[in-house]
C-alpha cells in the first residue's frame, strides 16, 4: 500500500500519515500555527489514592499492572541514567514476559545500553520506537526491521508533543536517584545521582499513569520536587536503579585531535572578534570534546576581560561548574549534568539552577530559553551548501543518531557549528543533506580547520570580522577543498519504504529516513 | 423565574444550576467521581512571543487590552499581598474606566482593602464574585445585591475548579514581588514580598492569559519560579504593588483572651494526653491568636520530651519558624507567609519550603498533603450538634467569611476545633448549623473553654483521654452550658433567592447562602 507523500516547505517529500495518524508537513520556520487546547489528561480524585500519602508498590510489574499495562499502550522512559540506565530495558522485559505486544517506547534518548531493546521489537512486545535511536537501534529501523515508523523528535519537539497530546503517554515510567513515599522526586542523592531530572516533568504532568522508581527513598518531603508526587500514581524501590559510573562519566574529556582543538581556537578567536562574545553573554555549549575545548578558550577570554557569563544553559560539565565557581559565569541553568562535577555543583551551589526542557526548549509556549542564547556552539554529521543541517544520519544513509536539543538550539541568536571537513575521510559539507534535520537560515556560522563560513544572511556577521584575518571561505570554497582530500562521496542508495520520520519543533515533518537499499 | 433545587446527601436544598451552568449536588465525602479530562487552555506558540523574551508593556492598562478583555470574562487574582494589595481593585478600576461590563472575579480570597470592590460591582463592571467574600463584601451579597450568584469555594476547591475546567480563567492578573521580564516570578525580594506565591501556580498553568504585576524587575532568571515565564503573556512593572505593612504583619499575636488562652491550654493537654501529639507528629495550625497560642504550647511540649515535628504546613508564622530554627521543626511546608519572621525564613532557611495550594490541597489530584497531617487546628463559626461545621455565615445569617483552606483540612487524621461556646453572647454551638461547609464525620473535636466533645465516630480517641481527667462532655452538654448563660439565639430569616453557592472540595454543592429578609 502505497502511502501518500508531499513536498513540504523545505523541498522534502514526507507523508501525510504516519503510523495510521495524519500528519502535517513542514512549512517553514514560524509558520505553524497549533490550533485547539494542551492535552488534558484524565482528572484523578484523591479518594484513589492513599490517605498516608504511601505509594510504594511491591514491584515494578506489580506498578505495570495496577496501571493497566496493555497492547498499544505507550511508554515513556527518561535518559538521565544514561548509559547505566537499569530501569528502561527493565520495564519491556516485564512487558515481554506478560505477554503484552505493540507497545510505542517514547524514550527522551536511548544509549548503547538500550540496545537490549532489539530484542523487544524483535519479539512483539514493542511496535516502534518515538525517540532517538543511536547506534545498533539507528542500524535496526534504517534496515527497515521495526515494525512501526520511527519518529524522531528534538528534546523540545517531545516535550510540544507531550504537551499537545500529539503523544498520548499511557504509563511513564520515571527513575528517580531520590524519592519519597508519595513520589516527589529529584535527581540528586543516593548512589545514582544523576543531578537533575529536566527530562522528566512533561511525561508526570501529561502521563495518564506515572511510576516513580527509586533505589534511594527517604521521608517525605523530597525536594526540590523535580518530579511532584501530585503527578505520581506509584512508586517503586529497587536494588539499584543504574550503573553509577556509567550514569555519569567520571570526568568528561576535552578533545585530544589536533585538528579540532584548532577548531576550537578558531571559534574562540571568531567569537571574541566578532564582537559575539562579551560581557553578559549568554552561552550554551555541549559535552562533545570540541565544544568543551571552546568553553576553556572561552573561559580564559572572559578571566582576561575581566568579564562574566549571564549565564549557561547545560548538559552541565566541570568546565562550566568552573566559570561559575570562579566568577565567570553568574548562573548555570541545567536540564542534564554530564559529569560529576556538575552534580555535586547542582547539589551544593545554589546558582546552578534546575530547568527543565520543558521550559527551555518546547516551542509551543510562551517563549523558550534557546532565543535568549547569544552563543550557540552545536555540531552535525552534514552541512550542505544552503547552510541546512543534518545530525541523525550519516553520508552511508544510515540513522544513526538522536536529534537531541539541536532543533531547538538553533533558535539562539548565534548558531555556531565548529565542524570538522571530514569524518574518517567522508567529507562533512556536501551538495545536499541527505536528511534535512535544521534549515540553514537558522545555521549562522560553520567554523571548519580549513576556514569559516558566515551564512550570507547574517551580513551583520561578516562585517563584524571584516579585516579581523580571520580565514573566511564560502561552504563551497570549504567543499571543494574537501573533495580534493577525500573524492566525492558516493551517494547512499535507498528504497522506497519510509523508515523513520524527522519532525520540527512545532510538531511538523521537515523530512524522513528511508530505508537503506539492501546489496 | 424559580430555580430548581435538589436535596442534596447533606440534606440541603441547593439548585441544578448556578449562574446558567449546570452544577452537580454534594453525594457525600469522596462519593463523587470526577469524569474526563483537566482543563486545556490554548496552545501557545513562541512564534507570537519575543525573541529576547522581554515582555514587558507600558502598562496594566495596555497588558488588559493586548489580552483582549472584553464583556463575561473571568479574571483571576491572588491575595498574597493580603490587605495591602494595590493590583486586584486596579484591574476593576481600569475595566470600568474601559467600559467593560458583566466580569466574574475569581479570587484567592479577599480583604477589606477589597471593599472597593463593591463600586464595581454597583457600576456593573463585575456580575459577581466567585471567592471569599468577607465582611463589607459578604454583607452585600447576603443583601441580595450581587447580579450573579457567588460562589465560594475552598482554596483547594478554587484549584480543583481551575484544574477542571469548572472556572475558565480568562486573564489570569498575578502581582509578584520580584519578577524578571520573561514573567518567572517569586514571592520574595524587593519592597513588597510576601514571602511566597502558594496561590498563584494553578491561575497561572491554566489561564489562559497571564499578566505578572510587579515593582520590582530583576534581571533574567528570577528563580526560584514560582510562577514559571513559560506561563505568562506580559509583564506590567509599577511603582507599588502593595503597602508592604498591610502585606504582612510585622508580628503575629497570640491572643491575649483569658478564655481563649484557657481553650489554648487545654488544646494542648487534649494533644500531649491522647497520644497524637508525638515524636515525628505533622501539624498545622492557622494565624489567629488561639492558634498561635497553641503553637506555644505544643513547642513547649516538643522541647520538654526531645520530639521533633516532621513538617508543619504553612500558612507561616513567626512560632513555626521559631520551632523550625530551634529544632523542633524539621521543615516548614509553605503556600503563604503570615509575618516578617516568616518572610525572611524563607528567603534564607533551606527547610522551609515553598508549596503550592495546588500541590497540597487539591482533592482532584493523586494525593494531597492534608490528609497526611496529624494535627489540624481550625475555627468555625457554629457547629451543630452533629459536629457540622460553618465558617461562611454567622449565626445571623450573614455571609462574613470565606472558607479559606477549612475544607480541604478536614481531611487531616486528627480536626481539632479550639472554639469558644459564644462570641458576643451568641453560642457557637448550635442545632443545626447555618450554612453546611464541612460534615461532622470530618470534624473530631470540639475544644471549648468549658469542655472538650470528642465525635462518639472516633471511640479511638475517646479511649486515649479516659482516665486523663480531661473535662469531656457532648457538645448537647455543652450547648446546653451556653445557653443558659447566653439564652437561645433566634433563627436568622431568609428569602428563597440564593446569593451564594457553598462548594465542597470535589466541586460538587454542599450548601446555599440565601438572601436575608429584610425588615
Redesign the interface.
Known amino acids: 500500500m502505497a502511502i501518500k507523500t508531499i513536498i513540504n516547505a523545505a523541498g522534502r517529500s514526507v507523508p501525510l500519515e504516519i503510523n495510521g495518524q495524519p500528519v502535517i508537513p513542514f512549512k517553514g520556520v ?1 509558520k ?22 504511601n ?1 510504594v508498590v511491591i514491584s515494578l510489574e506489580e506498578a505495570l499492572r495496577k496501571c493497566g499495562l496493555r497492547d498499544g499502550m505507550t511508554i515513556s522512559t527518561h535518559h538521565h541514567l544514561r548509559d547505566g540506565d537499569l530501569v528502561s530495558n527493565k520495564v519491556f522485559e516485564l512487558a515481554s514476559s506478560m505477554g503484552v505486544k505493540d507497545l510505542v517506547w517514547f524514550p527522551s534518548a536511548s544509549f548503547p545500553c538500550n540496545d537490549l531493546i532489539i530484542k523487544y521489537l524483535d519479539d512483539g512486545t514493542i511496535n516502534r520506537i518515538e525517540g532517538s535511536m543511536n547506534g545498533p537501534l539507528g542500524r535496526y529501523v534504517s534496515e527497515g526491521k521495526m515494525k512501526g515508523t520511527a519518529i524522531l523528535r528534538s528534546h523540545g519537539g517531545r516535550v510540544q508533543a507531550i ?2 497530546g500529539e503523544v498520548k503517554i499511557d504509563i511513564a515510567v520515571l527513575a528517580a536517584p531520590t524519592t519519597d513515599s ?2 516527589n522526586a529529584k535527581g540528586t542523592g543516593g548512589t545514582s545521582a544523576c543531578g537533575v531530572l529536566g527530562y522528566a516533568k512533561a511525561d508526570s504532568m501529561y502521563a495518564n499513569k ?1 511510576i516513580v522508581v527509586t533505589d534511594n527513598l527517604i ?3 523530597c ?1 526540590p ?1 523535580e518530579i ?6 506509584y512508586v517503586v524501590v529497587v536494588d539499584k536503579i543504574g550503573i553509577p559510573e556509567k550514569i555519569v562519566s567520571g570526568t568528561t574529556q576535552i578533545t585530544k585531535s589536533p585538528d579540532r582543538m584548532l577548531i576550537a581556537e578558531l571559534t574562540a578567536t571568531f567569537l571574541e572578534k566578532s564582537g559575539i562574545l562579551k560581557n553578559g553573554v549568554t552561552m550554551q555549549a555541549g559535552a562533545g570534546g570540541t565544544s568543551l575545548a571552546i568553553a576553556v578558550f572561552v573561559h580564559q577570554i572572559l578571566k582576561n576581560k575581566g568579564w562574566k557569563s ?2 549557561g544553559f547545560g548538559g552541565s560539565t566541570k568546565y562550566m561548574v568552573k566559570m561559575l565557581e570562579e566568577g565567570q559565569m553568574e ?1 548555570i ?1 541545567d536540564a542534564q549534568a554530564f559529569d560529576l562535577d556538575a552534580v555535586r555543583s547542582i547539589e551544593n551551589n545554589p546558582n546552578h ?1 534546575p ?1 527543565p526542557v ?2 527551555a526548549y ?7 530559553l534557546t ?2 542564547m547569544d552563543i550557540m556552539i552545536l555540531g552535525a554529521t552534514e552541512v550542505d551548501l544552503n547552510f541546512n543541517g543534518n545530525v541523525v544520519t550519516h553520508s552511508d544513509g544510515y540513522l544513526l543518531h538522536g536529534i537531541g536539543g539541536w532543533q531547538n538550539c538553533l ?1 539562539a ?1 548565534n548558531v555556531i557549528l565548529p565542524i570538522p571537513l571530514f569524518r574518517d575521510r567522508i567529507p562533512v559539507i556536501v551538495d545536499e543533506v541527505t536528511t534535512l534535520c535544521g534549515p540553514g537560515e537558522l545555521i549562522d556560522v560553520i567554523i571548519t580547520e580549513r576556514g569559516i563560513a558566515i551564512n550570507p544572511l547574517r551580513q551583520d556577521l561578516i562585517d563584524s570580522v571584516k579585516g579581523s584575518g580571520l580565514p573566511l571561505k564560502t561552504l563551497k570554497e570549504l567543499k571543494d577543498e574537501t573533495e580534493k582530500i577525500c573524492g566525492k562521496p558516493q551517494k547512499p542508495q535507498f528504497e522506497e519504504d519510509i523508515v523513520a520520520a524527522i519532525k520540527w519543533v ?1 510538531g511538523t515533518i521537515i523530512d524522513v529516513v528511508r530505508k537503506i537499499k539492501s546489496c
Do not use: A, W
Not at 518546547?362 to 523558550?368: A, E, P, Q, T, V
Open positions: 514560524g505553524h500555527r497549533p490550533e485547539g487546547g494542551k492535552y488534558s489528561p484524565p482528572i484523578p480524585t484523591c479518594s484513589d489514592y492513599p490517605d498516608d500519602g505509594k504537551q499537545d508519595y513520589g506515572v521521608d517525605f518531603p525536594f520536587m511532584e508526587g501530585n503527578y505520581v500514581d549571564k549565564f548562573f541553568l539552577i530547568y520543558f521550559n518546547n516551542y509551543h509556549s510562551k517563549g523558550n532565543s535568549l533558535h541568536r512545532d
